[in-house]
């Protein structure tokens, strides 16, 4: 019914960049919170920054400052921009967000994409 789709992942060196999106489709009534997540190997997943609809950030202390999330409310999408980025920013990042649907209007879900590879390396 609902999926959300990463794309932008990739290969890059320190101190490169980065864009990561996540368009959400199907019978999405309503896109609540919205945000990106992250698992390195051998770690639990972790918060990197949510964006509500009205467009209030918050971000993790490890990428505050290099990373801006952004969304577009008309096309349901989001994205990720990665500065500067490090070794330690070599994850698998998750699109999440909470979406009221059509067939479940009084409530909002919560929805992972797939995810998509980030790896930083020299």
């Known amino acids: 019914q609902v999926q959300l789709v990463e794309s932008g992942g990739g290969s890059v060196q320190p101190g490169g960049s980065l864009r990561l999106a996540c368009a959400a489709s199907?019978?999405?009534?309503?896109?609540?919170?919205m945000g990106w997540y992250r698992q390195a190997p051998g770690k639990e997943r972790e918060l990197v920054a949510t964006i509500t609809p009205t467009g209030n950030t918050q971000y993790a202390h490890s990428v505050t400052g290099r990373f801006t999330i952004s969304r577009d409310n008309a096309k349901n999408t989001m994205s990720l921009q990665m500065d500067s980025l490090k070794p330690e920013d070599t994850a698998v990042y998750y699109c999440n967000a909470d979406i009221q649907t059509y067939s479940h209007p009084f409530r909002a879900n919560q929805y992972w994409g797939q995810g998509t590879q980030v790896t930083v390396s020299s």
């Open positions: 199907g019978s999405i009534l309503r896109l609540y919170t």
